[in-house]
T-cell receptor, first 111, second 119 residues
Framework: RKEVEQDPGPFNVPEGATVAFNCTYS??????FFWYRQDCRKEPKLLMS???SGNEDGRFTAQLNRASQYISLLIRDSKLSDSATYLC????????????FGAGTRLAVHP | DAGVIQSPRHEVTEMGQEVTLRCKPI?????LFWYRQTMMRGLELLIY????????DSGMPEDRFSAKMPNASFSTLKIQPSEPRDSAVYFC?????????????????FGPGTRLTVL
């Protein structure tokens, strides 16, 4: 079983739609969680950290469910510019700076 | 400010040749990471350095791979001899210890990557 699993998609949604991605992780002792964004043929960039209480950054909301070991990302009012691959990232227990990446979920927003 | 710089951006070589990838981290960053990304395996950490010292190389696939960081502003990843299965995008990333009490990690900034093709 992979340490971090994501639905690869693609998710094809119209502009203005709300879309949600989920990610599950296998190590219950994992301590930190993030979402990264990667545009086609570009490098990954940090989108947002995921906190236990849930957090929001503009149109983006991240949630963590430790009991079920899953992380979610909700994007409201999708824009064409949101088209990218979204990578779920976990830091295992004791693994300072050791990012474990999911394979990514591809999002395509169309007019 | 300049971000992480990698060279070359593209490399095409033949099986058996030596390949050297280069990275210049963001000035002042004391952590440097090498990652490999393929369709089959996704993004994997190969090795990382702290203050030029290798801390964890458990992701290095085999002895054909080696990495060095002779100073704070330069690192290399070398593959010798290269094989077709080494074809991938290799990313370098750097981060700075923020010094926050209880900090789990610091934001890693990725370079543009080197796209390696081994024929």
């Amino acid at each position: 079983r992979k340490e971090v699993e994501q639905d690869p998609g693609p998710f094809n949604v119209p502009e203005g739609a709300t879309v949600a991605f989920n990610c599950t992780y296998s190590n219950s002792a994992s301590q930190s969680f993030f979402w990264y964004r990667q545009d086609c043929r570009k490098e990954p960039k940090l989108l947002m950290s995921v906190y236990s209480s849930g957090n929001e950054d503009g149109r983006f909301t991240a949630q963590l469910n430790r009991a079920s070991q899953y992380i979610s990302l909700l994007i409201r009012d999708s824009k064409l510019s949101d088209s990218a691959t979204y990578l779920c990232v976990v830091i295992p227990s004791g693994g300072y700076n050791k990012l474990i990446f999911g394979a990514g979920t591809r999002l395509a927003v169309h007019p | 400010d300049a971000g992480v710089i990698q060279s070359p951006r593209h490399e095409v070589t033949e099986m058996g040749q030596e390949v050297t990838l280069r990275c210049k981290p963001i000035s002042g960053h004391d952590y440097l990471f090498w990652y490999r990304q393929t369709m089959m395996r996704g993004l994997e950490l190969l090795i990382y350095f702290n203050n030029n010292v290798p801390i964890d190389d458990s992701g290095m696939p085999e002895d054909r791979f080696s990495a060095k960081m002779p100073n704070a502003s330069f690192s290399t990843l070398k593959i010798q001899p290269s094989e077709p299965r080494d074809s991938a995008v290799y990313f370098c990333a750097s981060s700075a210890r923020q010094g926050k009490v209880g900090a789990i990690t610091d934001t890693q900034y990725f370079g543009p990557g080197t796209r390696l093709t081994v024929l």
